[in-house]
């Protein structure tokens, strides 16, 4: 796969299309979690030890939406990668990345059309289906993300990030020059940026259509940075 110009896109590109992507994580993941029965379309380790917990206690029943959650993600982000592997490589990293987020986009897309009409409250195969749905964009765009390159920077697993951090800022407290690198601002801003979803879905919880259309708005315009910076 062909790269650009590191220090002239991709700072102001690519960057600003990561901020969007996890906040589109983080509205995903507080819309999933009060709307879908507790479960985490970009969060495998809180699935995990949901899908641990239902099935320690005999709740088969509950320990199916932490699993469909799971399945989905490796699903998208196994078709992701096979679309790289397979067709992308040849790209230059900027059109394959938006070409996963197109495709993301798409499915959020479906999700927040399905939003709209299946009754409340949530049950049956219209649950799963948005969980399947929602997951599978999630397990997609973390493929997409790791394309564009940013060590240590992740759009939808942040509990690696929280450790980095932790350590680097500690790092820059007893030590000179006592500055933060400028990866760790990065990995700040992405985390302040994951909350900030998840707190602005929480606080339009009494407009659930507008919530639904959050993350893929958010994806569309993340696409629109790798697609602008494909253009250059």
Known sequence: MTDFDSSQERPELADAGLALLSFASGSMDAL???????????????????LGLALG????MQASRPFTAFAGFVAGAALASACVTLWLSKLATPRA???????EACLLAGFALAWQFIDRPL???????????????????????????????????????????????????????HTLLHATK?????FLTY??????????????????????????????????????
């Open 32 to 50: 999933a979690f009060f709307n879908l029965g507790e479960v985490f379309p970009s969060a495998m380790t809180g699935n995990t030890a949901l």
């Open 123 to 177: 049950a049956g195969a219209g649950l799963y289906g948005l969980i399947i749905a929602a997951s599978s964009a999630m397990g997609i765009q973390s493929v997409a993300a790791r394309l564009v390159g940013r060590f240590g920077i992740s759009t939808v697993v942040f509990t690696s990030t929280l450790t980095s951090i932790v350590t680097t800022a500690t790092e820059a407290m007893l030590q000179p020059p």
């Open 97 to 103: 990345v938006w070409l996963l987020l197109a495709f």
């Open 195 to 232: 909350g900030l979803g998840a707190g602005l879905c929480g606080a339009l919880f009494s407009y659930p259509a507008w919530i639904a259309v959050l993350p893929f708005a958010c994806v569309v315009g993340a696409a629109g940075f790798h697609w602008a910076a494909e253009r250059r």
């Open 57 to 60: 206690g005999g709740h088969l």
């Open 186 to 190: 990065q990995q700040i801003a992405m």
